[in-house]
């Protein structure tokens, strides 16, 4: 929508093709319905060194349309942006549908053809040009082709890698996708009865056959499946690689600004002023909100039913320790129906990163999640298609 809009705004005549009934699915459901337009991260060569190795590659690109325009982009047009927590910026409204909204009417402007319900069949191109798209409507021809068919990540909203199948039917090297910024299937019952909950500012550690590898602070989400949310969407990739060199467990620290000795003390106070109640109730004011009925039945040999003045040393010290380790056992990563972000794609070295035309077919444009570029969540990811498709929409 945004290199159509963008080349129709330059007086082309556009004719956008999509297989789905209607326009924008993908984007109606991102960051759960509210979307996570961009980050609003003011440097941009720190911005860009959340692409990874791709920084280099992406940095024309983004000076002619980076973060900065995005926001100027949507309130310019009458929908402004709000920042939250890990400078992820959102619609004011809180409305994914009204980011699609701002874009709909932007191909209006343009007069851009749009053509629902027509699927891409196949891409004809001779002696290094494409010629036409073969569809379940009939031939198209165009000067230009723009490709921006999303990867395979929810596949639901139609995202099924139809383009890199094309890519590759083009010359084009496509490395094959795996889902990356994904969730986290666990095989503990105790993160499963808590759907829905927010462990808040807790420290993740992973460990791989019981070796340290890595630890993450932040929120954690808790769904029916296992583990969710930003501070675990981002190191999935690095899980992956664990879960290549062995069995892979965790541990959740609820109160990672105290160590253990600060912790008992602080459990300590709360149990002193609670003597006469049970530890089930007590335990209520030391555990995240809802959480406490599902945390306390990890502790097997306390009885919940017991008085606060007959809980031992001992028994005192299991429940610290256990609000510093909370046991975790990792399954594996949950797939493309549930993944964020997939990565694999066209290699970026047949891409010219000023234009984002390919260098194996002189009429071809290539955007978004077509592109091979690993970023995390927070809004990386939409900067990188409202990026690509401006410039796209610009050159074609």
């Given at each position: 929508?945004?290199?159509?809009?963008?080349?129709a705004e330059r007086g082309k005549r556009?004719?956008?093709?999509?297989?789905?009934?209607?326009?924008g699915e993908k984007l109606k459901i991102?960051?759960?319905?509210?979307?996570?337009?961009?980050?609003?991260?003011?440097?941009?060569?720190?911005?860009?060194?959340?692409?990874?190795?791709?920084?280099?590659?992406?940095?024309?690109?983004?000076?002619?349309?980076?973060?900065?325009?995005?926001?100027?982009?949507?309130?310019?047009?009458?929908?402004?942006?709000?920042?939250?927590?890990?400078?992820?910026?959102?619609?004011?409204?809180?409305?994914?549908?009204?980011?699609?909204?701002?874009?709909?009417?932007?191909?209006?402007?343009?007069?851009?053809?749009?053509?629902?319900?027509?699927?891409?069949?196949?891409?004809?191109?001779?002696?290094?040009?494409?010629?036409?798209?073969?569809?379940?409507?009939?031939?198209?021809?165009?000067?230009?082709?723009?490709?921006?068919?999303?990867?395979?990540?929810?596949?639901?909203?139609?995202?099924?890698?139809?383009?890199?199948?094309?890519?590759?039917?083009?010359?084009?090297?496509?490395?094959?996708?795996?889902?990356?910024?994904?969730?986290?299937?666990?095989?503990?019952?105790?993160?499963?009865?808590?759907?829905?909950?927010?462990?808040?500012?807790?420290?993740?550690?992973?460990?791989?056959?019981?070796?340290?590898?890595?630890?993450?602070?932040?929120?954690?989400?808790?769904?029916?499946?296992?583990?969710?949310?930003?501070?675990?969407?981002?190191?999935?990739?690095?899980?992956?690689?664990?879960?290549?060199?062995?069995?892979?467990?965790?541990?959740?620290?609820?109160?990672?600004?105290?160590?253990?000795?600060?912790?008992?003390?602080?459990?300590?106070?709360?149990?002193?002023?609670?003597?006469?109640?049970?530890?089930?109730?007590?335990?209520?004011?030391?555990?995240?909100?809802?959480?406490?009925?599902?945390?306390?039945?990890?502790?097997?040999?306390?009885?919940?039913?017991?008085?606060?003045?007959?809980?031992?040393?001992?028994?005192?010290?299991?429940?610290?320790?256990?609000?510093?380790?909370?046991?975790?056992?990792?399954?594996?990563?949950?797939?493309?129906?549930?993944?964020?972000?997939?990565?694999?794609?066209?290699?970026?070295?047949?891409?010219?990163?000023?234009?984002?035309?390919?260098?194996?077919?002189?009429?071809?444009?290539?955007?978004?999640?077509?592109?091979?570029?690993?970023?995390?969540?927070?809004?990386?990811?939409l900067q990188l298609c409202w990026t690509?498709?401006?410039?796209?929409?610009?050159?074609?």
């Open positions: 929508m945004m290199a159509a809009g963008r080349a556009v004719l956008l093709l999509e297989k789905n009934r209607y326009l991102s960051g759960g319905g509210r979307c996570n337009v961009t980050n609003a991260q003011e440097n941009e060569h720190l911005f860009l060194s959340h692409y990874g190795a791709s920084a280099g590659f992406l940095h024309s690109s983004f000076a002619q349309f980076g973060m900065s325009d995005t926001f100027s982009f949507f309130t310019s047009r009458g929908l402004p942006l709000i920042i939250e927590a890990g400078n992820r910026a959102f619609p004011e409204t809180q409305k994914a549908l009204d980011v699609f909204h701002t874009l709909e009417t932007y191909l209006k402007k343009g007069k851009v053809d749009v053509r629902a319900k027509t699927e891409v069949r196949s891409v004809i191109a001779k002696e290094g040009r494409i010629e036409k798209a073969i569809t379940n409507h009939g031939e198209f021809s165009a000067t230009s082709y723009i490709l921006s068919t999303g990867g395979k990540s929810h596949p639901e909203t139609g995202s099924t890698g139809d383009g890199f199948a094309w890519l590759k039917q083009l010359g084009h090297t496509v490395e094959a996708p795996t889902p990356t910024i994904v969730p986290l299937a666990v095989s503990n019952q105790w993160v499963k009865a808590l759907a829905g909950i927010t462990l808040p500012d807790v420290k993740i550690t992973f460990f791989v056959n019981g070796k340290k590898k890595l630890s993450r602070k932040g929120n954690i989400l808790c769904a029916h499946f296992g583990l969710t949310g930003p501070t675990i969407l981002n190191v999935a990739d690095k899980v992956s690689d664990m879960l290549q060199e062995g069995a892979v467990t965790a541990e959740i620290d609820l109160y990672p600004a105290l160590d253990l000795g600060a912790l008992d003390k602080y459990v300590t106070t709360i149990f002193d002023s609670n003597k006469n109640k049970t530890l089930k109730n007590v335990f209520k004011l030391i555990a995240p909100v809802g959480s406490s009925v599902a945390l306390l039945s990890l502790v097997k040999k306390i009885d919940p039913e017991k008085k606060i003045h007959d809980i031992t040393k001992e028994e005192r010290k299991i429940i610290v320790n256990l609000l510093k380790a909370l046991p975790v056992t990792i399954k594996g990563l949950m797939g493309y129906d549930r993944a964020v972000v997939a990565d694999g794609g066209l290699v970026i070295k047949e891409i010219d990163g000023k234009t984002m035309r390919s260098k194996i077919c002189e009429n071809l444009f290539v955007t978004g999640d077509l592109l091979h570029i690993k970023r995390p969540s927070g809004g990386y990811s690509t498709g401006y410039v796209a929409g610009s050159f074609a």
